[in-house]
């Protein structure tokens, strides 16, 4: 499985971004689908993910503001992120979990100047 993020950018306080990510390769094996983000000195979390049964997660500091969303005919994978803030600065990875491993895209960095 690959994962090909892109979206990132640079955005002002309160303003909006939509993340894709686009899966290629073997992607009937993909069990769980979605985002995680790395703060500069802070380690990766979880931010929007849909889980096995297709059901949406979120992590608390964005529930409200960011959206996943998926579009199965595309093979892509999206993430609205509305109201933004300098605290949402981060790389922001596409990852994916198979039966045996986890995928990894690279990361397209989010800018938020307050």
């Known amino acids: 499985v690959q994962l090909q993020a892109s979206g990132g950018g640079l955005v002002q306080a309160g303003g909006s971004l939509r993340l894709s990510c686009v899966a290629s390769?073997?992607?009937?094996?993909?069990?769980?689908i979605g985002w995680r983000r790395q703060a500069p000195g802070k380690e990766r979390e979880e931010v929007a993910s849909?889980?096995?049964?297709?059901?949406?997660i979120y992590a608390a500091s964005v529930r409200g503001r960011f959206t996943i969303s998926r579009d199965n005919a595309k093979n892509t994978v999206y993430l609205q992120m509305n109201s933004l803030r300098s605290e949402d600065t981060a790389v922001y990875y596409c990852?994916?979990?198979?039966?045996?491993?986890?995928?990894w895209g690279l990361g397209t960095l989010v800018t938020v100047s307050s």
């Open positions: 390769g073997n992607t009937d094996s993909i069990i769980t």
């Open positions: 849909f889980s096995s049964d297709g059901s949406t």
């Open positions: 990852t994916a979990r198979s039966r045996d491993r986890r995928h």
